[in-house]
């Protein structure tokens, strides 16, 4: 079965959370934000530099769209994994919480460059890997239940 994908993205900023997301609906969602190491290229009003200066459990999708789309930054480590507007937001920390919990899809960023998404939407999932693709990311490949080595759903 496809849990996920995983690509390299090129090292460089702009509003790349954004464009591999482009399937996906953030504002309909609340966000579970791990609060990791991600910045904004320029801040004109000279205020935090931190694109997510803290762990946030239920940041509301419209705000997160508004920050990965309308800003550009360059991210180290992002943890993200959204959830229905209705439904508790926890941190799932392993596969086997994310299957049993409402997360509906998982995003982890790492070294600026290794993603990982997991989404239990099949359809969503094929959208988000076209779209990885179209973009021009580098060996995206499905993560299934026979290629799966990741033992925790964390960036660190």
């Known amino acids: ?26 504002a309909a969602y609340h966000w579970y934000n791990g609060g990791e190491e991600a910045y904004y290229v320029e801040r004109k009003d000279n205020g935090d530099q931190s694109l997510f200066p803290e762990q946030v459990f239920g940041m509301d999708g419209a705000e997160l769209k508004e920050i990965i789309g309308n800003h550009e930054y360059y991210a180290f480590f992002v943890d993200l994994k959204a959830f229905p507007k209705d439904k508790e937001v926890v941190n799932v920390e392993t ?36 779209n990885a693709i179209s973009q021009g990311y580098n060996k995206v490949e499905y993560v299934t239940d026979d290629n799966d080595a990741r033992t925790g759903l964390s960036v660190w």
């Open 95 to 130: 596969y086997e919480e994310y299957v049993s919990s409402d997360c509906q899809l998982v995003l982890l960023l790492a070294d600026s460059v290794y993603v990982t998404i997991y989404c239990k939407n099949q359809a969503k999932l094929k959208a988000l890997y076209d």
């Open 1 to 26: 079965m496809k849990r996920g994908i995983t690509f390299k993205l090129p090292h460089q900023d702009g509003h790349f959370l954004a464009d591999m997301l482009k399937p996906v609906d953030v």
